[in-house]
C-alpha cells in the first residue's frame, strides 16, 4: 500500500477525471490521498474534496507566493477550517525566493503566524520551500519551540548535507518525481543516507510527474514509480518502501 502525501486534486487538470484518477491510484495500491490547498480558497475547495471522497484527506494553508494578497483574517478562516476532521496538516506553508516572489518579509511573517496556528490545532505542517533553504533552516531554528507537531519538506530536492539539517530539526522528507529524474544526482545521493523511517511519498501533481512519465500531467497512481526508485536506490524492496512509508504517513498525519 502507498500515501500519497501531496496532491492537488482539485486543480482544473483533473475536472472530470476524479473519480477515474482515484480509481487508478486504488488499483495500484494508493489507497490515501493527502490533497493540499495553498491559499484560503483552494484549502476550502481541498477540505470539501477530501469529504467528498473516501480515502482523501485535506492539508490547508496560504503558500508563499500568495501571502501578499491575503485577507486580514484569512488565518480565522483557516482556524475554522482547520476543525474539519479530514484536516490532517497546515500546508502547504513556506519560503520561496524566485525572481517575482513576494518580499522575503511579508513571506516569513504569514509563514510564522501558520506555524503558531499549526501549533495551537496540533497539526503538523507540510512545507514548500524553493531557492531558500538557508533561510528556512534558520527559521525553523529560531522557532524550534512551535514544531512540536513535525512535519515534512514536501518535494525535496536537495542534498545530503541539507538532508541531515532537516532530520536534525525533526522533520520528514517527502519525495516526488523531482527524485526520479535523471539529472536528479544530489537527491538520489541524499535518498542513500535518509532512513527510511523518515521518507514519505508525493506527486504534487498534477506538476512533476516521474519518469518515465516526465513533461505528463501527473497523478497519484505514479506513486509506485516513486517508490521503486527510492527501493532501487537503497537495495531493498518496493513492498518495503509502500510498508514504511505508509507506516509514517500513518505516523505523521494520523491517517
Ligand atoms: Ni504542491
Do not use: W
Not at 482523501?56 to 500568495?66: H, N
Not at 520561496?96 to 522575503?104: C, F, Q, T, V
Not at 509502500?242 to 505516523?251: I, L, P, S, Y
Request: proline share 4%; hydrophobic share 40%.
Amino acid at each position: 500500500m502507498f500515501v500519497d502525501t501531496h496532491a492537488h486534486l482539485t486543480d482544473e487538470q483533473f475536472v472530470g477525471d476524479v473519480e477515474n484518477i482515484l480509481k487508478k491510484a486504488k488499483d495500484v495500491g494508493v489507497e490515501k490521498v493527502i490533497t493540499s490547498g495553498f491559499d484560503v480558497f483552494s484549502s476550502q475547495e481541498a477540505v470539501q474534496f477530501a469529504e467528498q471522497h473516501d480515502g482523501v484527506f485535506a492539508s490547508i494553508g496560504v503558500y508563499p507566493c500568495e501571502c501578499d494578497k491575503v485577507e486580514k483574517d484569512y488565518i480565522e478562516n483557516l482556524r475554522e477550517l482547520a476543525k474539519n476532521e479530514r484536516v490532517v496538516a497546515i500546508g502547504e506553508i513556506g519560503l520561496e525566493k524566485r525572481e517575482g516572489a513576494p518580499d522575503l518579509e511579508s513571506q516569513k511573517k504569514c509563514f510564522l503566524e501558520q506555524i503558531k496556528l499549526a501549533y495551537e490545532v496540533q497539526k503538523p505542517i507540510v512545507i514548500h520551500c524553493r531557492e531558500a533553504i538557508g533561510d528556512m533552516l534558520n527559521f525553523l531554528r529560531e522557532h524550534k519551540a512551535l514544531l512540536k507537531f513535525g512535519g515534512t519538506f514536501h518535494c525535496f530536492g536537495g542534498s545530503k548535507e541539507v538532508a541531515r539539517e532537516i532530520l536534525d530539526l525533526g522533520f520528514h522528507i517527502s519525495l516526488g518525481g523531482v527524485s526520479t529524474f535523471k539529472n536528479a544526482r544530489a537527491v538520489k545521493e541524499a535518498i542513500l543516507t535518509v532512513p527510511l523511517e523518515k521518507i514519505l511519498l508525493e506527486t504534487d501533481c498534477p506538476y512533476l510527474a516521474p519518469e518515465p512519465f516526465r513533461g505528463k500531467r501527473n497523478d497519484p497512481s505514479f506513486v509506485p514509480y516513486i517508490a521503486e526508485n527510492i527501493a532501487k536506490i537503497k537495495g531493498i524492496s518496493v513492498e518495503e518502501v509502500g510498508k514504511v512509508t505508509t507506516e509514517n504517513a500513518r505516523r505523521l498525519f494520523g491517517i
